[in-house]
């Protein structure tokens, strides 16, 4: 039988497929996307802390970098994450 799925469950589905194409893209071209925004967060890829990579998923929202104008890079909490 075939079950037709609530618009919901299809929205979270799309919304994960989203950003498991977000983490393989940060990887694949990574010399080539820094400055994009993280579809989680809406920090750049390079700010994220430990590996520059956007967040994987909605629930776990990763700290970023922040760099004063010395160029000393720091680990600040993500304002994102509840
Ligand atoms: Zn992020």
Sequence with gaps: M???EKNTDI???G??????LQSLMAIV?????R???CLVCGAKFFKHYPDGLPCESDTDIKDL???DRWGNKK???NSKKS
């Design 2 to 4: 075939y079950i037709v």
């Design 35 to 37: 400055h994009e925004p």
């Design 65 to 67: 970098y922040s760099k």
């Design 15 to 20: 919304r994960e497929l989203a950003l498991n």
């Design 75 to 77: 680990i600040l909490k």
């Design 29 to 33: 071209e990574y010399d080539y996307n």
């Design 11 to 13: 929205d979270k589905k």
